[in-house]
């Protein structure tokens, strides 16, 4: 993230969860990239809102990466699963 930020943004949230989630993926460390969208209104008076897209990485159901303040829905998610993992087994947390 400081680097991102060092580099002035050039990567999108979603860039950046896909790198986490092929690291962790390589490392046999069991862990979900996640996709999720929520309303936000343009103006605090406006009533047509803006969907806004979020990706984060969760490992063991906590949030490393990507992390917000705001509710968004999730989507869809893609798993890594490790071999000693309980979701490879379908047991999700």
Do not use: Y
């Not at 009533?47 to 829905?73: C, I, K, N, R």
């Amino acid at each position: 993230m400081a680097i991102n930020r060092r580099c002035g943004n050039p990567f999108t949230c979603l860039m950046m969860a896909m790198a986490a989630h092929w690291m962790l993926g390589r490392r046999h460390i069991a862990s979900r990239l996640v996709l999720g969208t929520r309303l936000v209104p343009k103006t605090p008076t406006d009533a047509d809102p803006v969907l806004s897209a979020h990706a984060w990485v969760t490992v063991g159901g906590h949030v490393v990466l990507g992390q917000h303040d705001e509710a968004f829905t999730p989507i869809t998610c893609f798993v890594h699963a490790s071999p000693e993992s309980p979701l490879r087994h379908g047991q999700d947390r």
